[in-house]
């Protein structure tokens, strides 16, 4: 169950990213190139959502739900700059602000998700 909840973040994710590029492609009078990335973030988006529902088969959602949106948050911060021309602050202080908001981020789900009460 936890390699197929990896999956749904991560398919997620790049169905995140595929539709920015959708309305970026439409936006720029793209028409093929943004159905292409359409179809792309559709297959993405199908592949999630199967990967999230054969999870939830599996685990609880207060299991599953926690983890593919942990996944979805964190890949999409750490690969915008890559992938979607977003830019970083070159300050080291904010930097490490993001990177332990990150680990505050992905620590706190995982407590939750795993205290007794909710698994209750």
């Known amino acids: 169950p936890t390699l197929v909840v990896v999956s749904a973040g991560l398919a997620y994710a790049c169905s995140g990213f595929m539709t920015k590029f959708v ?10 190139p943004g159905l292409a990335w359409l179809g792309g973030t559709t297959l993405a988006a199908l592949i999630g959502l199967t990967s999230e529902m054969t999870a939830l088969q599996k685990r609880s959602a207060i299991r599953v739900f926690p983890g593919v949106l942990v996944i979805q948050i964190v890949l999409a911060v750490l690969c915008a700059p890559l992938l979607a021309g977003e830019q970083w602050s070159t300050e080291p202080l ?27």
């Open 94 to 120: 904010q930097l490490a602000v993001l990177g332990a908001s990150l680990v505050v981020l992905a620590a706190g789900t995982a407590v939750l998700a795993s205290a007794g009460a909710v698994a209750a």
């Open 23 to 32: 309305a970026d492609d439409f936006s720029e009078g793209h028409i093929f």
